[in-house]
């Protein structure tokens, strides 16, 4: 049997309950075809890039399976005739990954820093960054002399005849 990672989007307006009912049910569609599901993992609501059926967020699933692939057909079919699900991608691989996926690491990640707002920025805050031998700008240290003597340029309103 060939081995797949399966991910799923499903509608913003689900509830979490809802969304594992979804898996449930094709999970059983798996099994009934002669086929496994092993792990399974919850990424949570996310925001989409672009509006997919006028949805801003969806629920991603990530399934690996080990079936058939008339098992994966059937699963995919009824995916595409659902509602729910705005959006599936299948792929196919040598072997089923050890542990967390790489969204999940990023997300433990994260926990242990605290979130996105207590990043440790350092001493310094946006103004104070290093010139290294530059020293300050002014509109004076620039080749032609002082900003005031520009002249308009001709055709413009104001500019020379």
């Keep these: 049997m060939a081995l797949y990672e399966h991910v799923f989007l499903a509608r913003q307006d689900l509830s ?21 599901v092993g792990r399974i993992e919850n990424w949570g609501l996310k925001s989409l890039t ?15 399976i080990t079936c058939p692939p008339a098992a994966l057909n059937e699963m995919e079919r009824q995916m595409g005739l659902s509602e729910d699900v705005l959006r599936f991608l299948t ?6 990954e050890e542990g967390a996926s790489a969204m999940m690491q990023k997300r433990e ?11 440790d920025r350092g001493p ?16 004076g240290d620039r080749e032609g002399g002082d900003r005031g003597s520009r002249r308009p340029r001709e055709g413009f309103e104001g500019g020379a005849e």
């Design 124 to 139: 310094r805050s946006f103004g104070d960054r290093d010139r290294g031998d530059r020293g300050p700008r002014s509109f």
């Design 91 to 96: 792929i196919k691989v040598e072997a089923h």
């Design 109 to 119: 990640e994260r926990s242990e820093r605290g979130g996105f707002g207590d990043r």
């Design 16 to 36: 979490q309950q809802q969304v594992d009912a979804l898996v449930e049910q094709y999970k059983g569609v798996i099994t009934a075809n002669g086929g496994s």
């Design 50 to 64: 672009y509006r997919v059926k006028k949805n801003r967020k969806a629920y991603y699933t990530l399934m690996d």
